[in-house]
């Protein structure tokens, strides 16, 4: 994280990563954000990967590099280099798979900072799994926000986003 003067102007730069169980939309929703792309096929991410977006909050330019996790889900082997420096986080889950769900007391006992729920995948409503109220409590008590997304038809993905770099730069500004 850092802010700097810079022509007059102030720049901040935050690092916020993207975790959950593998397969619940993770890159997806990172590329649907960043890109405005969504893969039906995604093959699990080769290697760390960030993108970073801009906003401007408060007439300052925002910049927040957003982590992908390298597919490590599945061998329960994100790394604390993973972490490191990172301000924020959204916590991914399946509403269509309840064991993405049950997970996500495993994913914040590793991650302290954690800002954001996020129950991927909406547009599968018929065959949901999780229901909204589920998903709000588990975030009420653990002082999360909560949105549902969906990176296929791009419902709240720019709005789950923004949210987390909004209360990061809230909380630092
Ligand atoms: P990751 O392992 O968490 O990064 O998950 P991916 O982004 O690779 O997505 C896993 C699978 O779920 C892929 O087949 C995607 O096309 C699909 N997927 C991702 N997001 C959505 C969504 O919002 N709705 C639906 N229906 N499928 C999704
Ligand atoms: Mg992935």
Do not use: P
Not at 84 to 95: E, M, P, S
């Amino acid at each position: 994280m850092s802010s700097s003067e810079d022509e007059g102007g102030e720049e901040y730069l935050f690092k916020v990563v993207i975790i959950g169980d593998s397969a619940v939309g993770k890159s997806n929703l990172l590329s649907r954000y960043a890109r405005n792309e969504f893969n039906l096929h995604s093959k699990a991410t080769i290697g760390v990967e960030f993108q970073t977006q801009s906003l401007e909050i408060d007439s300052k330019e925002v910049k927040a590099q957003i982590w992908d996790t390298a597919g490590q889900e599945r061998f329960r082997a994100v790394t604390s280099a993973y972490y490191r420096g990172a301000v924020g986080a959204l916590i991914v889950y399946d509403i269509s798979r309840r064991t993405t769900f049950d997970s996500v007391g495993r994913w914040l006992d590793e991650l302290k900072m954690a800002m954001m729920l996020v129950g991927n995948k909406c547009d599968l409503d018929n065959i949901r799994d999780v229901s909204i109220d589920e998903g709000k409590s588990l975030a009420e008590s653990e002082g999360l926000f909560f949105m549902e997304t969906s990176a296929l038809d791009s419902t709240n993905v720019k709005t789950a986003f923004e949210m987390v770099i909004r209360e990061i730069y809230n909380n630092v500004s």
